[in-house]
């Protein structure tokens, strides 16, 4: 009996084991790099053109050109938000429904004034904004991946032993390259996570600022 007691508490160990081992080998897990890799473009030229779109229509406010570009920065941004739940879906396949998309515009004061307090507009806009300094944060933990491989494969590019410098340390005796190895080697298979960890939190914070319906 109690040997198939510690049987069965050493399965779940040793699962996590190997989902621990397979992480960097996982699609989910390329998934994650990729949509991060893409993040950080796509959030840097979403985030400047509706910011600078949205100082310049406040700033030509009162020569009423303002209400137009305005008007086009918002409908850009729904496009957007739309263009990223689907992004989102390829990431971890859920199905995510955009807001109903609004009518054709109509150019009359309560029309204009009705499209520019639409709420949803306004969360997209914002959303687009924050992708900016979102993308710079996921991305960069891709110098996690870079800086693991280095370190794990230093005694390849270091093979004559001498002294060498990675990440602010500096190795000079076998025991250093050794540290420095097996520290990249950890970190090789703690990337996947961290990695997967930043694609699941900038899906958390689009689906609490983009309106939408899971099913």
Avoid: K
Wanted: hydrophobic share 50%; with cysteine.
């Amino acid at each position: 009996h109690q040997a198939n007691l510690a049987q069965r508490h050493a399965l779940p160990a040793r699962d996590r084991a190997l989902d621990i081992l397979s992480a960097p080998m996982r699609a989910q897990t390329w998934r994650a790099t990729a949509f991060n890799l893409a993040s950080l473009p796509i959030g840097l030229v979403t985030a400047t053109a509706v910011t600078v779109g949205l100082s310049l229509g406040v700033a030509l406010l009162p020569v009423l050109v303002g209400l137009p570009v305005l008007l086009g920065v918002l409908a850009a941004s729904r496009w957007f938000a739309g263009a990223e739940l689907r992004r989102l879906h390829w990431l971890d396949g859920r199905i995510r429904r955009p807001a109903p998309s609004q009518p054709r515009p109509e150019w009359t004061w309560p029309a204009v004034r009705a499209r520019l307090a639409d709420p949803t507009s306004w969360r997209s806009a914002a959303y687009a904004v924050i992708a900016g300094p979102l993308g710079i944060v996921t991305f960069d933990r891709h110098r996690v991946v870079g800086d693991a491989a280095a370190a794990a494969t230093e005694p390849f590019w270091n093979g004559d032993g001498g002294s060498g410098r990675l990440l602010g340390f500096v190795a000079e005796r076998p025991v250093d390259h050794l540290a420095i190895t097996c520290a990249g080697l950890v970190a090789f298979f703690v990337a996947p996570w961290l990695n997967r960890g930043a694609a699941r939190a900038h899906a958390s914070l689009a689906d609490h600022l983009l309106p939408t319906r899971h099913r």
